[in-house]
Structures are given as C-alpha cells and as structure tokens.
C-alpha cells in the first residue's frame, strides 16, 4: 500500500552496512518498558493499546499475500505476536479490510493458536489472550476497516458472507448502526481524507472516535500531497539518516522525520468536539506490506515490531479484559503516546468541579479547575546525556489556551485539551551524524478532550 518503485530504487542498497552502537546513558531497547512506572491515577492504571491494525485476513497485508494455500501466512502472523509482545501491547484491536476477514466465520478471525484461551469463553469469543516469554500478556479483538473502523466486534454482522462484505463497506449511518448492532465501537480511519458534513452526519448516527493521527498517511505520497499538503515523498530524504546504509542513526528513529501534527485530522476532531464526545485515537494501520526491505539493524523496514514500537493509545482502565478496554475507548480515556521519542511519566488532564473529578472524555459543568500533568521522560526510556525539554499546553476550542502545567482555572464553557510536545535532546546519541536537525519540538502526547459546559 505503501510502495513505490522510487522508493524501492533510493534504498536498493539498504542493509549493506553495519549499525554504530552509541555512547548512551539508557542504551536503545528494540521493545517498550512495562506500564506499570507510570502508576494509577485515581483508581484508573494505563494499558497500552494499538487501534487500526491488520492481520493475514487483511488482503493488502504480508507484502500482499497474506494467504499462501489458501492460509494465514503463519511466518507473518507469528512476526505480529512478536510484535505485540516485544512492545508490551495489552489491547491489539484487529481491524482487518472485508476483502478476506468478511468471508471468514468469526471465530477464525482471532487466529488462535495453542494455548490461547478465548474470552469470556470458546463457546463466545470476544477476545483471544495469549501469554509472551517476557511473561506479558496480550488481548486482541476483532474488527473491520473499510468506509468505517468498528473495534471489538462481538460478531459479524448479519448476512452470508457477500452480504458481510456488502455491508462493511457501507460507510452510511446504516453501515454504522449495523457494526454498532454488532457489539463495536465504531472509529473513523483516514480522517485526514474525510468531508465535515460526512462526519457531523456519523456522529449523529452514534460514531465513537476518529483517528487524530494515522501511520499510513505520513508515507502515502497521495495522500501526503491530497490529504495533508506536504511534499509527495518528503519523507524519504527526513529518514534517510536512519535508513541509508552510509548514515549512522538508529533506524527505529525513522519515525521521527515522519511525525508532526496532522492539522486536518485535528481540526475536524475539534469541529466534531463541540457538538458532542467524540474520542481521538493513533491508528497505527500496520499491515507489513510497505517496504521489504532490510535496515542496518538486520530487520525488514516496516516490520511489525517497528511499526508498533512507533506510538500507541494509553487507555485508563480499571481492571483487565475485553469489555474493560472496550470501554475506555468509548469513554474517551485515552492519551496517545508516541513512544519512539521515550515514555511520558506523568500526562494527565482532569478537572475538579463541584466536588467531583471528571476524567478526559468527560462532560463537566462550568466553574472547574483542570489539573494538567508536568511529564518527565521515564528514566528508563533510552537517552543520552542530555535532557528533553518538555513543553504542555493547554487548548479550548482548538486554539492556545494556556501554556504550562499545573491548576489551570477554566474560562467558561467549551472543549479543553492537552498536548505535550519535546524537543529530543535525548535521543542526540541515536540521532545520527547531525542529531541538531532534529532539535525541534515534536508532538508527544494528546490527552482526550474535556467538555465543558456544553
């Protein structure tokens, strides 16, 4: 989906020389460090999550032959499970394109191997766990995407296999209502490409969320150049210190000449936020069918691990399972996280109000006081000598509201938000040969919204 013959030309060389170990205080780690150092907060601990994620089931995934004989690539779907475990994902929601996962009985589309265990039960499967050597456990769900991104789906929805198809390509209110009817949260992708008046309409219809960021889009050339108004394949010559076999950078830090904020997508985020909640997530849309080829640290470009090593979805839960997770998302208790730049400790916004605590995702009356987290960099996050600096700011409305942390007094009713940005002095050892170009700000985090007074 994401090749190009001009791509596949620049990098016909990559993988001919050898990775550089760096002079580091933290050494870089090819997996993400457990959850648990960044605590509970009010009862609520954080899970990670990845949203928008594609299996064998998906007929563009595994460079687009996801089915040999007729069946999943096991090579590619066991590269996947390494993926989860390595970055420690705890909710992977599946969301396969109807192409093939349409024409499969739904219990096939958890591909359980064995010693997975089905939840709640094999006999009503709405999640398959499987445990990791690193004694991690993992939980992934199954859903669609197409014109519409339902996650945890309890079921398919109704119909012989050609109608199941029919109908998840329906990106109307009554494609909705029906993955709504099948027990998903129904997201929008691509919300980069998207018209306003179509999505106020899905929202009325009872959308869930929208993606605020999506992998995909920061390498399309069409949709980069249509979508997002940046150079075709600007990105090619942004990572060419991480890629090229004669540079020197950490090749996992490709992303950082991909990331920025993508405008359209938050802009119609804010647009959908003051009519109503509307929960922002990361779709990560890894299908390992971008770039075969190999990088100077032996893997393949856009391997699941890296894919998924790249950002992902915090989500404030209480408990452990399916529902739980489910849950969250719906509830807009989420962060998203771009973990290749280092864990975030400490990204928080609520608001007290009343004698009350509203959590993001929240509707609140006027008059509260929101709290805003001061992050630091976990201090086991990889890292040089140097420290980040770390800025927060505080949105209402979509535009700047307040600069900094702590006890920001709202200012009447509306929509606030956090994001917190670093400038990765950090990661200067991983950085390549001139680590200053990428001293800038980068996003690092966005909160969930909180609504206020509306």
């Avoid at 096939?108 to 499967?125: I, R, W, Y």
């Avoid at 994001?419 to 991983?430: A, G, Q």
Wanted: proline residues 7%.
């Amino acid at each position: 989906m994401w090749r190009t013959l001009s791509i596949l030309a620049l990098w016909s060389c990559a993988g001919t020389g050898e990775l550089e170990e760096p002079t580091s205080e933290r050494a870089w780690n090819g997996g993400l460090e457990d959850l648990e150092v960044l605590g509970e907060v009010r009862g609520f601990r954080f899970a990670r999550s990845i949203i928008h994620l594609h299996s064998p089931w998906s007929h563009d995934a595994c460079d687009g032959e996801p089915l040999p004989d007729g069946s999943p690539d096991l090579d590619c779907l066991e590269d996947l499970r390494y993926a989860l475990c390595t970055n420690r994902i705890e909710a992977a929601f599946l969301t396969d394109h109807p192409t093939h996962a349409a024409f499969q009985p739904y219990e096939d589309l958890f591909h359980a191997q064995p010693g997975d265990t089905f939840l709640p039960s094999a006999s009503a499967p709405i999640a398959n766990a499987f445990d990791c050597d690193n004694g991690h456990r993992v939980h992934w769900m199954p859903g669609i995407e197409d014109e519409l991104m339902p996650i945890g789906l309890d079921a398919h929805v109704p119909g012989d296999a050609a109608q199941r198809d029919q109908t998840y390509n329906d990106g109307s209110a009554t494609g909705l209502q029906a993955a709504v009817d099948a027990g998903g949260a129904v997201l929008i992708n691509h919300t980069e490409g998207r018209e306003s008046a179509d999505l106020l309409a899905l929202q009325d219809a009872g959308l869930t969320g929208v993606e605020i960021f999506n992998l995909h889009a920061m390498f399309a050339p069409d949709i980069r150049q249509d979508d997002l108004g940046l150079e075709a394949l600007g990105w090619v010559e942004a990572t060419r210190p991480f890629i090229h076999p004669d540079e020197t950078g950490e090749p996992d830090l490709m992303f950082i000449g991909l990331l920025m904020e993508q405008a359209p997508s938050i802009e119609h985020w804010d647009t959908l936020l003051a009519r109503g909640p509307m929960t922002g997530v990361g779709g990560t849309d890894a299908h390992r069918n971008a770039i075969p080829l190999e990088t100077r640290d032996g893997e393949r470009f856009d391997s699941y691990r890296r894919s998924l090593r790249w950002f992902s979805n915090h989500l404030l839960v209480e408990g452990e399972g399916p529902e739980i997770y489910e849950e969250a998302v719906r509830a807009g208790r989420v962060h998203l996280v771009f973990e290749a730049l280092g864990l975030p400790v400490g990204v928080e916004l609520s608001l007290e109000a009343g004698g009350e605590t509203y959590e993001i995702g929240s509707d609140a009356p006027e008059g509260g006081t929101l709290t805003v987290g001061c992050p630091s960099l976990s201090a086991d996050s990889p890292q040089g000598p140097r420290a980040p600096e770390i800025t927060v700011n505080v949105y209402k409305d979509g535009e700047l509201f307040h600069e900094g942390c702590g006890e920001v007094a709202t200012d009447g009713d509306g929509v606030y938000r956090a994001r917190v940005d670093v400038t990765p002095f950090h990661l200067e050892p991983f950085l390549g040969a001139t680590p200053e170009v990428y001293f800038e700000p980068y996003p690092w985090a966005y909160t969930n919204a909180i609504r206020v007074g509306l």
